[in-house]
Structures are given as C-alpha cells and as structure tokens.
C-alpha cells in the first residue's frame, strides 16, 4: 500500500460493533488502518548550475543527497516566492544543468535511472504540459548508465544536450542531442574519441553558424587527454576542425581532464580541468586552442596555464570559466583550500593581480570545506555558487551563493555582505526508534534523520493522533539537536511530567567512539536552554564506545540513561551502565560513582536496551550478555544490588544460540504476588541471524524466573514459520500482554511486517487476540518492516516503526492503528 498523502480523522464518542469482534486495523485511521511519512528538516545539496534572466534573477539547479530540483533567487539574493514553493520546485531526477530559452521557459537535464531526463519549467515554476511527455522528456541511448553534464541555447533557440552515454560494445562516449521547444528530438549523435576509451563531453559550446562543440575528456587505463569536438548543426563532425572535428591535447605527455569550457571574444575554445603532476597532486590546467583546433601557444606557457593554489600534494582543479572581456575568470576546486575559489587571468593567461590576493579571490563560508562549482555574471558582477558545508553540520551542504566585484572583493550590496547561504528543509531518511504518547493523544516519535547515514542528528517528530505530522512541532514537525556535525543516533524518549521531551542515544565526538547523549526539549520541539549546553549533554565514559539505549525520569526530576559502555582504556571491558542526571542535566555525583553506575556481568562485551525503575527506587537494565538475556539491579543509589539473582545479575539462555531483551516492563501486582519484571526480545533458533523468535520472560523481584509464567518462565513465539522474528516493545492492555516488532524473512531482510501478539497475563497465546488468532502482521510497500513502540488510547493500539519505500528508495516512519470495536472509546492514554 501507499499512504504518503495522510486524511484527517475524527473519532466518534463511542464505537460500536456486533459481539464477538477483535482487534483489527482501524479502517478509519489513514488508508486501511496505515500511514506512511518522511520525517523534514535540513537537507544536503549544493548548486550545480545557474542562468540568470533579463530582470537579474537568478535560477539555478541543486543536487546532493537531500533534495534535487530548480530554484530561483531574486536580483537581491531572496528566494523568488513567486516561483515554486518558497522559491523551489522539487524535480523527480538528479540534476546537473539547466538553460533559460528566449521565452523566459527554464529547461533543466539531469540523470533519472541511469537515463537522461529533461524538464522544461515555465516562468512560474510549473512544468510546462506543450513540452515532450507532460514536461518531461527522457532519452535512453543504450539502456545502460548514461550522464547529461551540460545544455546551450543554440542560435536556432533550441536546446543543446551534452554528455556521456554508455554503449556495451563501444564504452563510454561522447553523446549530444538538439531538442525543440516541443521536446522534439532534433538531432542525436554517439561518438567516440578512440576505440577502447571513456569519453565525454563535459561542457558545451555555440560557435558562430550554429556549430556546436563539446568540450571533455578521452580516458584509459593508460591516461586521459583533453579534447574538443566540433559538430555542424546536424551533429556531423565539423572536418575543419582538429582532427576531423577532433582535437586531442597532449601537452607534455601528461594526464589532463576538462572540466568546462568556454568562448572568447574572438570565438576561441578555452579549456579548464586538471594536470597531473603524479605525487604532487592534480594541479588546475586550462588550455586555449585557436580556430584549427591547434593549441594557441601564445596562452600561458605553450598553450598551457597551470597553477597551484596550494603546494605539495593537493588536488586543484577548474569547476567552471566564465569570460569577463578580455579577461578570463576560472572557478576553481581546492582540496586542501577548502574555499570558494576564483582565479582571473589576462589574454595572455598571466595572473590580474589587482584581482583579490595577486589574482586569487577565495570566500570562506564557515571554516570548513566548501566546494564551488558555476560562475555567472550578474549586474556587473561575479556570482560563484556551489556548497558550502553547514555550520551546524558538518555532513551537510547547503547552497552556497557569492558575489564578486571587480576588485575580488564581495559585494556588499548583496545578500549578507556579498555571501548567500540558503539551508533547504525536504524529506530525509527517517529511522524510529521509540515513541511516546502525548497528553492531547498525539506521539512524539523518536528518529535518526538525516540525508545520510552519517549526516543523521537525534531527532523527534510529532505527529498528531489522526496519524498526520503536528506541523505546530518543532520546525514543520520535526525538532534536531545536533552534537558535534556528525553521526548521532536516538534510541529512546520520554515526556516529563511538564511535557519537556528527553532523548537518549549515541553521539559520534570523534573517530575514536560514541557518547551517551542526552537531549532535553520543550514541549514545542524547541531546545531547552536550561538542559546542559543550549539542551544537550553528552557523557564519555572511558573514551571508547558507549551508546544510551533507554532513559526513565524519576519522580524528582532526575533522568535515568541505560546503555552499555566500554572500559578498555582502564583495564576492563564492555558494562552495563546506568547514568544518573540532575535536572539540569549535570551528572548526580550522589549516584553510583560520580554520577555512573555499573555492573560486569563477566562477558567481554555486554549489550543494555532496556530500563525499568521498582516501586522501591530499584534500577534493572535489561540486554544481552554471553549471548543470553541478561538484567542488572541497582538500588536507587546506583549501588549493585546483590541480592539480585548472582551478585547482581540474572540471565537466560533459551535456546543455545544468541539472545537479547529489546524492552522490560513492569507488572505492578502480577496474580496478586507482587510486582514482576517482563522482559522482551529476541532469541535466534539457529546460528544465522535470519532464523529467530520472539522471546519473552517474566523475573520475581530477586532476579528468579517466576516459573508460573509460560513454560517455567519463558516464552518463545514463531510468528513467520522460521523466519526472523524480533520483539521490539511490550504494553499491558485490557489483561493482555501485547507484544510488537518485526516478522517475516530474515534470509533476505526483504518482506518482514509488523507484527503483534497477545499473551494472558500467565504467558499463553491468546487466541482471542486478533481476528486471526494470537498474532497479526500487516505490510506496507511489501519491503522490510520493523515495528519499534506501541502506544495505547483506550480500545487502540498504535504502532510506530520503520518501513521502506523500494520506490523512493528510502526508509520511512510507519503508523498502524488497531482497534476493538467491542470497547468503549476512552479520550485518555494509558501510556507506552
């Protein structure tokens, strides 16, 4: 099924149904009882290209792994409302180009399944239905992997189209196209620069007369050449030209690549890429040719000019060039500087040194690596747009705009001081990993977002109790605290009282390991300042590897975190831990010591998921230990509580093989005896990891199995017929014990759902659980499911997991509701 688009429900007072009803999906909650959604927030792009119209502004394409698509700037460096949304139009297709045609339309050609693609917007942002299939048009030359890099207006008004396509008998090649305003193919051509080599076009011209060339590169195993190829306005080759319209650089014997192109005022070809110079890196070439194709040796040194920016072994090299006069101006990539970068250069290619420092201008965004890509002239002016890495994060790229003046200096009258940097908000990959429910009946869910697995910040979504995002949350629904412009991962969260939001989970400082991190949130999704630093803490326990899996807020105020933690650099090994907060978010020096408690359960390496808190102050953590179920007991002071199974452990093997608890719960007066523990999870049934069950025990207070629960105190459930089966969450309800994950075929991780199944309080299946029988899986796209928190609203279960799309390719947060029409709606929760 598919349920991005989310319906508003509203509930009736009462629901009603014929005796005899059981639990079910709730047809009225999204489409048949499900709902799918990304979370939002900054995405990672940078600009590729840009054109700029006759009333100054500015259009320009964006690509990363975030968001792709076209958006337009105004003359002042403000995000044109008037076009798109917000100044954007998302595009189904990575983009690498785009042109501006003599009716204000904005053509734009990328890559869509290894095909090109070409759009045609009009001056709104909206695609224009007179252009090919409904705006788009998709060319496939072989059915293999083929790239557009660059498009023209020919003098004709139409479209020039240039790149590489893919031919498996041939290699790579160059591959040109003339489309029409109708997104007719006009012209077509294949070409290669030398049998057995990869070659492309990586930019394109419009000489006088109509003549197209494409400037690019010829490569084998051997080495790679500049070259420029000249076509006559049917795409032959023009035989004038070099070579038979070939003209192959070979300066020195040394390995070049052209990167981009352009015409000066005499209609010479200029060339800009790299030379390489082998241990000291790639050094930026540009080359000048005359009109024979021959290379003009009156340019640089023998038709050479070749600089480095910074010395020794860095890579350097020609994004874009623009002319400027007589003067020719080149965007250029530096490894090592990390800046946007522009050198200028006279006819002759000798350094402007009244240009910025000595010909070099360079604009740093924010002390990190920026990397420009495209110039443009602009109201007398110079933009160089490109990326330029998030301050907040450093995984992340926003797009990055500046704009020279003639001295190399930027402009002040532009944007801020001369520089523009726009962060864009889009769908991210969404990974759940706990949930809990709000007072008005909603959920906060707790995420990794983020546009790639190591660009990913803890991150809570809130969304509303008819399934659809709270847009009032946070920034459009989502809030992010981000540790140290790296990989964060949340595992689990908690309300206050004062409806303050807790996250607890693993925060990257460095190469060197993860941190138990903790932040604190309004209600509004907004950091609380009064939590740590600005709302978050972070706690190295041994400077290794210590991940916070769970978190409890005690009725003072104070904040329990569970995780494990790794003792190497002091001569131990991997503990369960539990850390101990003020309020504030300092360590409780009073607990344990220092604030940290731990307990050795005697394996290397001991796993903490799960936390619960006694009536008496007790502290279990529950995990995995020596491939068994494992719990620890505290008491309130973090002290290990020996009178707990053995010197403070418990565990349990179920079947030989690797066991491990996902969650523990509390029952408060099980069968009138006293409270007892629950502890769910997982146990493999074999030694491959795609063969387990759902696994669940029941501990007395002092750490022994409560034999009159299941089988002398244990468990097991195949929901999926041999398949990978894994309990993530437990809640008591109506006299059941319901238990939630994911089931399905662990072989290939492809097809698991998410599954639920009902106990009686004793342990046994009930029967009477589901419409049909004990447990209950459903499917959302028919790829891999895992259902992570279940929350109850009187006589519904909702559950929260992650889903993958195969079609967006990407994971998604996942909703289910189920309900008993038997019983009566209740408008309050009973919690998680």
């Known amino acids: 099924m598919r349920a991005i688009a989310i319906p508003v429900v509203f509930f009736c007072s009462f629901l009603c149904a014929p005796a005899g009803a059981q639990i079910d999906l709730d047809s009225g909650f999204g489409v048949d009882g499900l709902v799918a959604f990304q979370g939002r927030g900054p995405t990672d792009e940078g600009i590729t290209d840009m054109q700029i119209d006759a009333s100054d502004r500015i259009s320009f394409v964006y690509a990363g792994t975030g968001t792709r698509g076209v958006g337009r700037y105004l003359a002042d460096g403000s995000l044109d409302a008037s076009f798109g949304v917000e100044g954007v139009v998302a595009l189904d297709l990575f983009p690498r180009a785009l042109v501006i045609t003599p009716d204000g339309s904005i053509v734009v050609g990328g890559v869509r399944n290894n095909r090109w693609r070409l759009v045609r917007l009009l001056a709104n942002g909206s695609l224009d239905g007179n252009f090919g299939d409904d705006g788009a048009l998709a060319i496939d030359w072989f059915d293999d992997n083929d790239e557009i890099h660059a498009l023209a207006v020919t003098d004709s008004g139409n479209v020039a189209v240039a790149g590489r396509a893919f031919d498996p008998a041939q290699g790579s090649g160059l591959a040109l196209a003339v489309i029409d305003s109708a997104g007719s193919i006009v012209a077509q051509r294949f070409a290669k620069v030398f049998a057995g080599n990869a070659d492309w076009c990586t930019d394109v011209l419009i000489q006088?007369?109509?003549?197209?060339?494409?400037?690019?590169?010829?490569?084998?195993f051997g080495g790679a050449r500049m070259v420029a190829a000249r076509f006559l306005p049917n795409l032959d080759f023009d035989t004038t030209f070099g070579d038979n319209g070939l003209a192959v650089v070979d300066i020195n014997a040394n390995d070049m690549e052209s990167r981009a192109g352009t015409l000066n005022g005499s209609g010479q070809i200029?060339?800009?890429?790299?030379?390489?110079?082998?241990?000291?890196?790639?050094?930026?070439?540009?080359?000048?040719?005359?009109?024979?194709?021959?290379?003009?040796?009156?340019?640089?040194?023998?038709?050479?000019?070749?600089?480095?920016?910074?010395?020794?072994?860095?890579?350097?090299?020609?994004?874009?060039?623009?002319?400027?006069?007589?003067?020719?101006?080149?965007?250029?990539?530096?490894?090592?500087?990390?800046?946007?970068?522009?050198?200028?250069?006279?006819?002759?290619?000798?350094?402007?040194?009244?240009?910025?420092?000595?010909?070099?201008?360079?604009?740093d965004f924010n002390g990190l690596v920026d990397n420009p890509a495209v110039l443009a002239m602009h109201q007398g002016n110079f933009l160089v747009g490109g990326l330029a890495t998030s301050a907040l994060r450093s995984e992340a790229g926003n797009l990055g705009l500046v704009r020279l003046l003639a001295s190399g200096d930027p402009d002040p009258a532009f944007a801020n001081a001369g520089v523009l940097e726009t962060g864009l908000s889009g769908p991210l990959r969404t990974q759940v990993a706990d949930a809990v429910r709000r007072s008005d009946g909603g959920m906060i869910a707790a995420v990794?977002?983020?546009?790639?697995?190591?660009?990913?910040?803890?991150?809570?979504?809130?969304?509303?109790?008819?399934?659809?995002?709270?847009?009032?949350?946070?920034?459009?629904?989502?809030?992010?605290?981000d540790f140290a412009n790296n990989e964060d991962t949340a595992e689990a969260v908690a309300i206050q009282p004062d409806g303050r939001i807790v996250v607890v989970?693993?925060?990257?400082?460095?190469?060197?390991?993860?941190?138990?991190?903790?932040?604190?949130?309004?209600?509004?999704?907004?950091?609380?300042?009064?939590?740590?630093?600005?709302?978050?803490?972070?706690?190295?326990?041994?400077?290794?590897?210590?991940?916070?899996?769970?978190?409890?807020?005690?009725?003072?105020?104070?904040?329990?975190?569970?995780g494990e933690g790794q003792f190497f650099n002091s001569g131990g090994d991997g503990d369960l831990v539990v850390i101990r907060l003020l309020a504030n978010g300092t360590l409780d020096t009073s607990f344990g010591t220092d604030g940290i408690a731990r307990a050795d359960s005697?394996?290397?390496?001991?796993?903490?998921?799960?936390?619960?808190?006694?009536?008496?102050?007790?502290?279990?953590?529950?995990?995995?230990?020596?491939?068994?179920?494992?719990?620890?007991?505290?008491?309130?002071?973090?002290?290990?509580?020996?009178?707990?199974?053995?010197?403070?452990?418990?565990?349990?093997?179920?079947?030989?093989?690797?066991?491990?608890?996902?969650?523990?719960?509390?029952?408060?007066?099980?069968?009138?005896?006293?409270?007892?523990?629950?502890?769910?999870?997982?146990?493999?049934?074999?030694?491959?990891?795609?063969?387990?069950?759902?696994?669940?025990?029941?501990?007395?207070?002092?750490?022994?199995?409560?034999?009159?629960?299941?089988?002398?105190?244990?468990?097991?459930?195949?929901?999926?017929?041999?398949?990978?089966?894994?309990?993530?969450?437990?809640?008591?309800?109506?006299?059941?014990?319901?238990?939630?994950?994911?089931?399905?075929?662990?072989?290939?991780?492809?097809?698991?759902?998410?599954?639920?199944?009902?106990?009686?309080?004793?342990?046994?299946?009930?029967?009477?659980?589901?419409?049909?029988?004990?447990?209950?899986?459903?499917?959302?796209?028919?790829?891999?499911?895992?259902?992570?928190?279940?929350?109850?609203?009187?006589?519904?279960?909702?559950?929260?997991?992650?889903v993958f799309d195969p079609v967006l390719g990407s994971q998604l947060a996942g909703l289910g509701r189920l309900k008993d029409p038997e019983l009566i709606f209740n408008d309050g929760f009973e919690g998680l």
Not at 208 to 220: A, K, P
Not at 314 to 325: K, P, Q, R
Not at 691 to 705: C, I, P, Y
Request: hydrophobic letters at 40%; one cysteine or more.
């Open 208 to 220: 006088g007369n109509g003549r197209l060339v494409c400037v690019g590169l010829t490569r084998n």
């Open 270 to 363: 200029v060339m800009g890429g790299w030379v390489d110079r082998g241990v000291d890196g790639l050094n930026l070439a540009i080359v000048r040719l005359g009109s024979d194709g021959t290379v003009d040796t009156s340019f640089g040194s023998d038709g050479l000019v070749e600089t480095e920016i910074v010395g020794g072994s860095s890579s350097e090299f020609v994004t874009d060039l623009m002319m400027d006069g007589n003067d020719l101006l080149a965007a250029v990539l530096s490894e090592q500087l990390g800046d946007f970068a522009v050198l200028r250069f006279d006819a002759n290619g000798a350094p402007v040194t009244t240009f910025g420092d000595s010909g070099l201008a360079q604009v």
């Open 448 to 481: 990794s977002l983020g546009a790639t697995f190591s660009a990913r910040d803890f991150s809570l979504i809130g969304i509303r109790s008819d399934g659809t995002i709270d847009v009032d949350f946070g920034d459009g629904g989502a809030a992010s605290a």
């Open 505 to 562: 989970g693993g925060v990257r400082q460095s190469t060197q390991g993860t941190d138990f991190g903790i932040a604190r949130f309004m209600p509004d999704g907004s950091l609380d300042a009064g939590f740590g630093t600005d709302g978050r803490v972070s706690v190295d326990l041994d400077g290794a590897t210590d991940t916070a899996r769970a978190i409890a807020v005690l009725p003072d105020g104070k904040i329990l975190a569970a």
């Open 602 to 802: 005697g394996a290397s390496f001991e796993f903490g998921n799960a936390l619960a808190v006694l009536d008496d102050g007790t502290i279990i953590i529950g995990g995995s230990a020596s491939q068994d179920f494992v719990l620890a007991a505290f008491d309130a002071d973090g002290v290990v509580d020996t009178g707990f199974g053995t010197n403070g452990i418990a565990a349990l093997d179920f079947s030989g093989n690797f066991d491990g608890i996902s969650t523990l719960l509390v029952v408060p007066n099980w069968n009138g005896q006293g409270e007892r523990v629950i502890a769910v999870g997982m146990s493999r049934t074999g030694s491959s990891t795609s063969t387990s069950d759902f696994a669940v025990a029941m501990f007395k207070r002092d750490g022994t199995l409560e034999t009159g629960f299941g089988n002398a105190g244990k468990t097991s459930l195949d929901l999926s017929g041999g398949g990978r089966d894994e309990a993530s969450d437990v809640v008591l309800w109506q006299e059941r014990l319901v238990l939630i994950g994911r089931s399905g075929d662990g072989a290939s991780q492809n097809g698991a759902d998410f599954a639920l199944v009902g106990l009686d309080l004793n342990g046994v299946p009930d029967p009477d659980f589901t419409t049909s029988g004990p447990s209950l899986k459903f499917d959302f796209f028919g790829a891999d499911d895992d259902a992570r928190a279940v929350a109850v609203d009187g006589s519904s279960l909702t559950l929260l997991g992650t």
